[in-house]
């Protein structure tokens, strides 16, 4: 449920820290005082679009905060964890919106996120109903999930496997379609690729075509050079009489006897020893690099025209090595798909075929879950329509047979309502009346209410179109909501705020001359000035009627 909703610096509301409980909770006031703040607040929760108009005149930022402590986090946490954000603790989840003149910032749980996260969460968190908010109700896509939740967790789980199915069957088909529609060239294309793949496999390239061969190809034609330099490095080194290595050996001997005769010049000679050592493994490497080196004119033949064969296949198909190689590749992919051409169809035929025959199975089950449960869907419903106050009304969960497996199915849904006797059902979303389409909702709801898995509903004026003697009805549909969810009712009727288990009174006031509006608890007599009020004045037989309606 919701625990707790801070909202500051927002439209009218400077401040508000508003404690919420268990079961229905009823929100009244004047018109203009301020209600539809708390409403707007939430949908700034559930990730709505901000606009800085919505910041309190003379304020820089406004900020919404709302507390939920949760029963189960599972979809919350999996939402959280695909945006690499910690799971919930303790089961709470708390949601931080701050809106400023230049930047807008959000949170969970004190971390930084993204709005399409809050906008994730917010179908797992609250479900927002005003007068003329029922796209959901009437869209066929919610109407058919709406069927598969009363029919259990067994169509549900279907449902699941039969999309996975779907989607298989989906894109096999489309690799199929592809691959027929293909632009195929003929024998010019294909000698064209026949031609690509022999060159560039008759080279026979490895990555070592790249800087290695580079560097053996210039040293090769370096190796006389090389061969000179290094023979006379050596030569100077260690060749005679007038040798560096002989010279610093009789320096070394040198070091030595001055070392015997005083300790102390150790650390001033020691690099002597140090220079001899390293000339002697200088002269050493440079004499095995010598003896590898080679000069054969064949083999720098044989290298220079490995150069140049890399370097074509280069120009035609790199400009680096690594495409040259990514380029053999395509076309030897290219190649095999145009020769087995008839091969590859046949097989993706089959392919095709039996992930349909897969997706119709369980299509197959799904449907018979789907055929069994509509008839009770629809009964159930239209108990409630009648206790809503439509005693004769009809309604019926029509399946409608698809000419093609698609995701929702095999079959979509078609919610059909008449709430006048003799006149034929027609599609919900054909109803004009709000205040029919309020109280079509409301029933589907009830229906829907040990299914529907989310924490809070927040009915917004829904019973603004519906007659007085039908808002009692509607309290009540909302009271028994409350004992399985938590329910805020933002309500113009008496009948239904007097059912509220808990009620809170928005009112406006003029502060040091700013005007703000509050949101206060209303309890006792309070609560009966508030009915009153709401019933069109005072007097005795208005305070009767109240103390009247808060009798369940």
């Known amino acids: 449920m919701l625990s707790l909703l801070k909202i500051k610096n927002l439209a009218l509301v400077d401040e508000l820290e508003w404690q919420l409980d268990h079961g229905l909770i009823g929100v009244t006031g004047e018109t203009g005082a301020g209600k539809s703040v708390i409403v707007g607040a939430l949908k700034l929760v559930l990730g709505e679009r901000a606009d800085k108009g919505l910041i309190r005149t003379g304020e820089a930022s406004c900020v919404v905060e709302a507390v939920f402590d949760l029963k189960s986090t599972a979809a919350i946490d999996a939402v959280l964890e695909e945006g690499g954000l910690e799971p919930c603790e303790g089961g709470q989840l708390i949601v931080k919106r701050m809106i400023g003149q230049s930047s807008n910032k959000q949170f969970l749980n004190n971390s930084p996120a993204t709005l399409g996260m809050l906008k994730s969460l917010g179908s797992h968190l609250v479900d927002l109903h005003g007068p003329h908010d029922h796209q959901g109700l009437l869209s066929t896509e919610r109407q058919l999930s709406m069927l598969d939740a009363y029919s259990g967790s067994a169509a549900v789980d279907l449902g699941k496997s039969y999309r996975a199915a779907w989607r298989q069957w989906r894109d096999k088909s489309e690799s199929l379609r592809a691959f027929q529609t293909a632009d195929v060239e003929g024998e010019r294309e294909l000698d064209l690729l026949r031609h690509q793949l022999s060159e560039i496999d008759a080279a026979q390239l490895s990555q070592n075509d790249g800087a290695d061969l580079e560097a053996s190809y210039q040293r090769s034609s370096n190796s006389s050079r090389l061969a000179e330099l290094i023979g006379g490095a050596v030569n100077l080194i260690n060749g005679g009489d007038e040798a560096v290595l002989e010279r610093l050996g009789y320096l070394q001997k040198m070091s030595r006897d001055l070392e015997r005769l005083d300790p102390a010049l150790r650390d001033i000679l020691e690099g002597v020893e140090k220079s001899v050592v390293e000339l002697q493994e200088i002269e050493s490497g440079l004499t095995d690099y010598l003896s590898d080196l080679s000069t054969d004119p064949a083999e720098f033949a044989q290298l220079e025209e490995r150069v140049n064969t890399v370097e074509n296949l280069k120009r035609k198909y790199g400009p680096q090595l690594e495409d040259v190689l990514l380029r053999r590749e395509e076309v030897a992919h290219r190649l095999d798909s145009v020769e087995n051409r ?49 005693k004769q009304a009809a309604f019926d969960v029509k399946l409608l047979v698809h000419s093609a497996p698609e995701s929702s199915g095999l079959e979509g849904v078609e919610f059909e309502f008449g709430p006048n006797p003799g006149e034929p059902l027609k599609p919900l979303r054909l109803i004009g009346s709000s205040g029919e389409i309020s109280r079509v909702m409301l029933s589907v709801k009830s229906a829907l209410a040990d299914q529907d898995s989310t924490p809070l509903m927040v009915f917004d004026e829904i019973d603004a179109n519906v007659g007085g003697e039908i808002a009692r009805a509607v309290g009540e549909k909302m009271a028994h909501l409350g004992d399985r969810h938590q329910v805020v009712a933002i309500t113009h009727f008496p009948q239904v705020a007097a059912v ?6 928005v009112s406006k006031d003029v502060e040091d001359g700013r ?12 609560r ?20 009247s309606l808060l009798v369940r």
């Open 342 to 390: 008839s091969e590859k169809i046949e097989i993706l035929q089959v392919e095709v075929d039996t992930a349909l025959k897969e997706a119709g199975d369980l299509g197959g089950k799904l449907s018979e879950q789907r055929r069994k449960s509509a008839p009770k869907l629809a009964k159930e419903i239209a108990k409630h329509l009648k206790e809503l106050g439509f």
């Open 500 to 505: 509220a288990d808990h009620h809170f009174l």
């Open 528 to 547: 009966i000035e508030e009915l009153v009020r709401m019933l069109g004045g005072g007097g005795g037989e208005a305070h009767a009627m109240a103390e």
């Open 515 to 526: 005007t703000c509006s509050r949101l206060i608890a209303v309890d006792g007599q309070a």
